[in-house]
């Protein structure tokens, strides 16, 4: 059962990271323009365009 816990465990790190990295490698990207749906984490920004 520990096996179970620690494969999770390292699962969930292994998407910190890759979401890490992603929000890293986005950082001086511009916004996208419009009035569309925008939703901003402490170190993701995600913009959708308006129709």
């Known amino acids: 059962m520990e096996s179970v816990y620690r ?3 390292t699962s969930l790190l292994g998407l910190a990271l890759c979401l890490g990295l992603g929000a ?3 950082l001086g990207t ?3 323009p419009g009035d569309g749906l ?5 170190m993701l920004s995600v913009t959708l365009a308006g129709p």
Not at 38 to 42: G, I, K, R, S, W
């Open 38 to 42: 925008a939703v901003t984490l402490p």
């Open 24 to 26: 890293c490698l986005m």
């Open 30 to 32: 511009p916004p996208a």
């Open 7 to 9: 494969g999770f465990e």
